[in-house]
């Protein structure tokens, strides 16, 4: 899957993200991102893949179900994450179907 994406040091949105659905699928394009930026120290890629495949989750969770279709279409992901995110994210992506 070859999604575009924009990166800046704390700041990474996938564009169209709701296209993947399989957690293989977003470590895929997360494992292509962090490759093309190797080079560069952006603070972003600090943060795991569990941990934005859990936000990844929960905006095409609220996609599916038709929540601010046009902002969880793409997944914005900031550094660093507000802890408070980081749990709802995590609770919410539990409830997403796709493996």
Do not use: C, G
């Amino acid at each position: 899957m070859d999604l575009s994406y924009s990166i800046s040091d704390r700041f990474l949105a996938i564009h169209e993200s709701h296209q993947a659905h399989s957690k293989e699928e977003m470590k895929a394009v997360l494992a292509r991102i962090r490759r093309e930026n190797a080079d560069k120290n952006y603070a972003i890629l600090n943060r795991t893949d569990s941990n934005i495949i859990h936000e990844w989750r929960a905006h095409n969770l609220f996609y599916n179900l038709h929540v601010l279709r046009l902002h969880t279409r793409t997944v914005d992901l900031e550094y660093p994450q507000r802890w408070w995110f980081k749990v709802a994210y995590w609770v919410a992506s539990r409830f997403y179907p796709h493996q």
